[in-house]
């Protein structure tokens, strides 16, 4: 069987990249991302709204006035966070679908990165589950949540009409098909 040909704006990280291009200097990113490791472990063990810049610093050893450096406020921390732990996410569903040797497996490889991300990152997981949560009482954490179910759906939808135009699946819709993934996925990831 010929190797799957996927559209390569399938395979790209579409979703939140934009937290790379805010810390250009390579160095200052490494640094930030560390910062927001830091974050999410404070957010996973004491949720949103217990976590204070000042414990984040006191975490990461370093001082509040340089957080404050690459981070405007909490809310900030909070949202490049999500942001990031979404990306990462993407990542490493992204690699293990472009592995597949047929749209079939490369679905198959998507749905199984979904499941071991969960698994083998769950602090991550942790804080994408209590962001779930808050995006019922806040706007900006259900905006960037809307954002991510979209690129989420148009990827799944992508990737099945192409396995239906090879003849791989069978069936009406792909879009629906691609929705009732996500809401597979997600509710495992809450199980």
């Known amino acids: 069987m010929p190797k799957a040909r996927v559209i390569k704006k399938d395979l790209e990280y579409l979703l939140f990249s934009e937290i790379y291009h805010r810390f250009d200097d390579p160095k200052a990113r490494r640094r930030a991302f560390s910062f927001i490791e830091?974050?999410?472990?404070?957010?996973?063990?004491?949720?949103?709204?217990?976590v204070t810049l000042e414990l984040i610093a006191r975490e990461a050893g370093v001082?509040?006035?340089?957080?404050?450096?690459?981070?405007?406020?909490?809310?900030?921390?909070?949202?490049?966070?999500?942001?990031?732990?979404?990306?990462?996410?993407?990542?490493?569903?992204?690699?293990?679908?472009?592995?597949?040797?047929?749209?079939?497996?490369?679905?198959?490889?998507?749905?199984?990165?979904?499941?071991?991300?969960?698994?083998?990152?769950?602090?991550?997981?942790r804080v994408w589950l209590a962001f779930l949560h808050l995006c019922y009482h806040k706007k900006?954490?259900?905006?960037?949540?809307?954002?991510?179910?979209?690129?989420?759906?148009e990827r799944l939808t992508s990737l099945l009409e192409q396995g239906k135009a090879t003849g791989e699946f069978n069936f009406f819709d792909a879009e629906k098909a691609a929705i009732l993934l996500q809401a597979l996925i997600t509710g495992a990831l809450v199980s």
């Open 38 to 50: 830091v974050a999410i472990e404070c957010f996973s063990r004491k949720g949103f709204e217990n």
């Open 63 to 125: 001082t509040r006035p340089l957080l404050r450096h690459y981070f405007h406020d909490l809310d900030d921390v909070r949202e490049v966070a999500i942001k990031y732990i979404r990306l990462v996410f993407q990542k490493v569903a992204i690699e293990a679908m472009g592995n597949g040797p047929s749209i079939r497996l490369m679905l198959v490889n998507y749905l199984e990165a979904c499941f071991a991300w969960s698994k083998n990152s769950r602090t991550h997981a």
């Open 140 to 153: 900006n954490f259900r905006e960037l949540n809307s954002k991510a179910v979209q690129i989420g759906t």
